[in-house]
């Protein structure tokens, strides 16, 4: 347990620490430069970019979370305080988070780290000579450490940091379920449900119809009401997987720790009204180069500090520090 975030005591209880940011922050404005990326596969993701635009100046590729995007404001966040620091940062939206559908049937998912992969060499080769970092919350920190296990020596990262990660898809998918956390399960299958209806509507208005009968193939989308609903009937036939226990055991995270050589700060709250407590890791887990930060609270990318007038981040302080602190070895 780490001493050096002091949870608000305005905001008792994960669930409070959970929601501050999405529906009380005050917005971050920040001036970016988007870029589109198209994949090898024909489809295409957005990237923000900001901060200094120096060729040799650090750059941080940052990932959001389920139902996010780059306009999450603890990826602004983020971008802000890297800026101050002198360091440039891109955020990258998942397929389809821009604001707008993307090209293909298939979409995002917990462990889609073969776009990642791809982001990556894109900015490896756009600025080759700035170190590169990158930073996953959530589900963009599960997408993160997968990678980060089966690329191995071969990551492109000088470091990485992942935030509230999801480390057993399954087990997850059974926490966010039970208690207040179904108000969570509610609000993502309404935002994941919209995702799919959104491309039907593109698909249709195109005339792509083969494209539109791949998602009408998948069934009725009225009765999902939970993650194995959802990913047993979208996500697991979209992208490859035979059923939603399929897709969790290939895609958590957890199973990817042991293999990772990058440098790599994990940050946690045993609080996490999405995560249970036996879903973490055990020490022996962790590859040598993991330095797993563990907090008593913090919610689900909460960590708010600070007064009720002036709230502050921790992860907008600690993750900037880190990654100075890796810069400089």
Request: glycine share 10%; aromatic share 10%; charged share 20%.
């Amino acid at each position: 347990m780490s001493p050096t975030f002091q949870p608000a005591w305005w905001l008792p209880g994960p669930h409070l620490q959970t929601l501050w940011n999405p529906l009380c922050r005050k917005p971050v404005v920040l001036r970016r430069r988007r870029e589109r990326l198209w994949l090898a596969d024909g489809d295409f993701l957005d990237l923000d970019w900001h901060g200094p635009h120096s060729a040799d100046a650090p750059l941080v590729l940052v990932l959001h979370g389920l139902t996010g995007s780059s306009d999450s404001l603890y990826v602004v966040g983020l971008q802000q305080a890297l800026a101050a620091r002198g360091w440039a940062s891109v955020a990258l939206n998942w397929r389809g988070c821009s604001g707008e559908p993307n090209r293909l049937a298939r979409g995002y998912h917990s462990g889609a780290s073969e776009d990642l992969a791809e982001t990556l060499h894109h900015l490896r080769a756009q600025r080759p000579r700035a170190p590169l970092y990158a930073v996953g919350y959530s589900l963009g920190g599960n997408v993160l450490l997968k990678h980060l296990g089966e690329a191995g020596g071969d990551s492109l990262l000088h470091g990485a940091v992942a935030v509230s990660v999801p480390f057993r898809l399954d087990q997850c998918a059974d926490r966010i379920g039970q208690g207040f956390s179904r108000v969570y399960q509610a609000h993502f299958m309404r935002e994941m449900v919209a995702y799919v209806r959104s491309k039907q509507r593109l698909f249709a208005d195109l005339g792509q119809a083969e494209r539109l009968a791949t998602l009408e193939r998948l069934g009725p989308l009225d009765d999902l009401r939970t993650f194995w609903d959802f990913d047993g009937r979208i996500t697991a036939p979209l992208h490859g997987f035979s059923d939603a226990q399929d897709y969790y055991q290939r895609a958590s995270s957890r199973y990817f720790l042991g293999r990772i050589r990058t440098p790599t700060l994990i940050i946690q709250a045993a609080d996490d009204p999405f995560v249970f407590r036996h879903s973490l890791p055990e020490p022996a887990e962790l590859a040598p180069g993991i330095e797993f930060e563990l907090h008593r609270h913090g919610g689900h990318v909460g960590f708010v500090e600070g007064t009720l007038r002036r709230p502050a981040y921790y992860l907008e302080r600690r993750i900037p520090q880190w990654l100075t602190a890796q810069a400089a070895t």
